[in-house]
């Protein structure tokens, strides 16, 4: 007779906060896990990791874009991106050219086999994004796109928070 295991429930603690698992930036987590578990895969397939994936997209969108430009539309820190550009370029899926008026930046682009990596991992991922309209609902999905924007429109002009204030926690 195979053994069962039981979980029991954690006892919960009185808090002055929302319940953990009810905090809004660990539900985006949540959700953001789900998804990302259907594209990892393959992603692997094609021997990319989830940034390096986001540069790509990112850069196909665009002729040219600063370092730092890049890291602010890809969400990622400075010492990351600069690995995963070294990275990137070694495989020669993108450019960098220094700007001549000025040699501490640079502009970063595409290059063709980028782009036919892209061509090449796209019929995966638009199966994976039909999987999940089929599965979510393509107008649930809509709408929730649409509702994450504005939720990031409506966040945006708020200032800041610093360490130390209160209300900067969940």
């Known amino acids: 007779m195979a053994r069962r295991e039981f979980r029991t429930k954690p006892e ?3 808090s002055p906060m929302r ?38 997209r990112a850069l196909a969108s665009v002729k040219t874009i600063e370092v730092k430009e890049l890291a602010e539309v890809a969400f990622l820190l400075g010492p990351s991106l600069s690995r995963i550009l070294r990275d990137l370029e070694a495989r020669a899926l993108i450019r960098r050219r220094v700007v001549k008026a000025d040699q501490r930046r640079s502009l970063l ?42 939720l990031e ?10 360490a130390g204030r209160p209300g900067s926690g969940e």
């Open 19 to 56: 319940e953990f698992s009810r905090s809004l930036p660990m539900s985006l987590l949540r959700a953001r896990e789900a998804v990302m578990r259907q594209f990892r895969p393959s992603l692997r397939d094609h021997g990319l990791t989830e940034q390096q994936w986001r540069i790509l």
């Open 153 to 162: 429109i409506t966040l945006s002009d708020l200032p800041e928070r610093k």
């Open 109 to 150: 682009s595409i290059s063709k086999a980028g782009l036919e990596l892209i061509e090449t991992v796209a019929p995966s991922s638009e199966a994976i994004y039909a999987a999940i309209n089929k599965r979510y609902g393509t107008r649930k999905l809509a709408a929730l796109q649409q509702m994450l924007q504005a």
């Open 12 to 14: 919960m603690r009185q």
